[in-house]
């Protein structure tokens, strides 16, 4: 299917613990973002990738971990979960960088619960 | 630096009625704009958008937003609301010529819409 997704959807995992969430794109999109979003906070940039093996930190990279080895996929790993990093995390892509005539697709989201 | 006050985290309106979301913006450079809608479980979507073309923007589903630079506000509106227009909605910014990277989002206001 044509799009956006990440896996899982919903996962729980214990303090300590490393935890990859996936994020694949079919359109070919040069960027790709993640996002947190809690409570409060709206939604707040983790890292991002401009095109493949570049990323760059965005708000809140601290605990995480980014790669891009192929243009569709950009997985997002905490290296060592903490409570703090319960939240939703949304996958985004975008053809241009941000201009007037481009947008951000974003994926479904993933809620991740840290126990 | 740019930051977006989105006022009420809740705002409730019967079936029928007008819907008015309130966001005021902070930029230091003349900014682009963003409304995104967030239906239950799914990721956002683009409302409308504000790139220096019409003060007045009209987006999907009915849809718009004024902006109005002397008093810094990107209101979204729909005259009248429709069940299916329950979610959360989002306004954003960015400075003109950044990108994705740079969006800050409002921390987002439900809408309950009420028979």
């Not at chain 1, 985004?92 to 991740?112: C, D, I, K, Y």
Request: aromatic letters at 12%.
């Amino acid at each position: 299917d044509a799009g956006i997704t990440q896996s899982p959807r919903y996962k729980i995992t214990e303090t300590g613990r490393q935890v990859t969430l996936m994020c694949h794109q079919t359109w070919s999109h040069s960027y790709m973002f993640w996002y947190r979003q809690d409570l409060g906070h709206g939604l707040r940039l983790i890292y991002y990738s401009a095109a493949a093996d570049i990323t760059d930190k965005g708000e809140v990279p601290d605990g995480y971990v980014v790669s891009r080895s192929k243009t569709e996929n950009f997985p997002l790993t905490l290296e060592s979960a903490t409570r703090s990093q319960t939240s939703v995390y949304f996958c985004a892509s975008s053809e241009g960088q941000g201009g007037m005539n481009t947008e951000a697709f974003f994926g479904q989201g993933t809620r991740l619960t840290v126990v | 630096a740019q930051s977006v006050t989105q006022l009420g985290s809740h705002v409730s309106v019967s079936e029928g009625a007008l819907v008015l979301l309130r966001c005021n913006y902070s930029s230091s450079v003349p900014p682009y704009l963003f409304w995104y809608v967030q239906y239950p479980n799914q990721g956002l979507q683009l409302l409308l958008k504000y790139t220096s073309a019409a003060t007045l923007v009209k987006g999907i589903n009915g849809f718009e937003a004024e902006f109005k630079k002397s008093e810094t506000s990107f209101h979204l509106t729909k005259p009248s609301a429709h069940m299916s227009d329950a979610a959360e909605y989002f306004c954003a910014v960015s400075a003109r010529g950044t990108g994705f990277q740079k969006l800050v989002f409002g921390t987002g206001t439900r809408l309950l819409v009420s028979p």
